[in-house]
T-cell receptor, first 114, second 110 residues
Framework: KAGVTQTPRYLIKTRGQQVTLSCSPI?????VSWYQQTPGQGLQFLFE???????NKGNFPGRFSGRQFSNSRSEMNVSTLELGDSALYLC?????????????FGPGTRLTVT | QKEVEQNSGPLSVPEGAIASLNCTYS??????FFWYRQYSGKSPELIMF????GDKEDGRFTAQLNKASQYVSLLIRDSQPSDSATYLC??????????FGAGTRLTVKP
């Protein structure tokens, strides 16, 4: 079974631009979560989508948004990029309702804002 | 108080020794607990999860959970240099979202 995939893997943007990141979950997984990872702040929760609905949201400004499609694929958008948005963005999928609802991570998208 | 706390390390153990990694959490209603391993430049990889008090063993890894003390640990027996990585503790809270600790960096010396 294929793992979680994320595109693109690397991205360079300038301040003020916007960016869209994509995540395809493991087949059959209906929950997708997004995280931002930086050396200073660690892994921080952005939001979780389940069946096309945002189920949980972390403490990030409204510039960070996401959505999930009927095939469970998810996109994350960041508008008006700031230098501090440079980070590794990870998505994780889970099969809700079994075991501990454990999450499996994709390889991440490395975003650099200049 | 941070939601999930871990000693940042680095924790250094000799090859073949037992590595003990600890984690405490603040949300008493938390349901499930996870340990991830992250190699430098890579994404986190799930090692184990536990949701009942007590021990859970998987190969060289043992997760221990004490909900009364809000404490979860990971023991790695017969540590190998390939175990050198950052270990992340994660907690699924009562509202179903996940929170991660900052991670403990483990170095296993040959």
């Amino acid at each position: 079974k294929a793992g979680v995939t994320q595109t693109p893997r690397y991205l360079i943007k300038t301040r003020g631009q916007q960016v869209t990141l994509s995540c395809s979950p493991i087949s059959g997984h209906r929950s997708v979560s997004w995280y931002q990872q930086t050396p200073g702040q660690g892994l921080q929760f952005l939001f979780e989508y389940f069946s096309e609905t945002q189920r949980n949201k972390g403490n990030f400004p409204g510039r960070f948004s996401g959505r999930q499609f009927s095939n469970s694929r998810s996109e994350m958008n960041v508008s008006t990029l700031e230098l501090g948005d440079s980070a590794l963005y990870l998505c994780a999928s889970s099969l809700v309702g079994t075991g501990g609802n454990e999450q499996y991570f994709g390889p991440g998208t490395r975003l650099t804002v200049t | 108080q941070k939601e999930v706390e871990q000693n940042s390390g680095p924790l250094s153990v000799p090859e073949g020794a037992i590595a003990s990694l600890n984690c405490t959490y603040s949300d008493r209603g938390s349901q499930s607990f996870f340990w991830y391993r992250q190699y430098s430049g890579k994404s986190p990889e799930l090692i184990m999860f536990i949701y009942s008090n007590g021990d859970k063993e998987d190969g060289r890894f043992t997760a221990q959970l004490n909900k009364a003390s809000q404490y979860v640990s990971l023991l790695i027996r017969d540590s190998q240099p390939s175990d050198s990585a950052t270990y992340l503790c994660a907690v699924r809270r009562n509202n179903n979202d996940m929170r991660f600790g900052a991670g403990t960096r483990l170095t296993v010396k040959p």
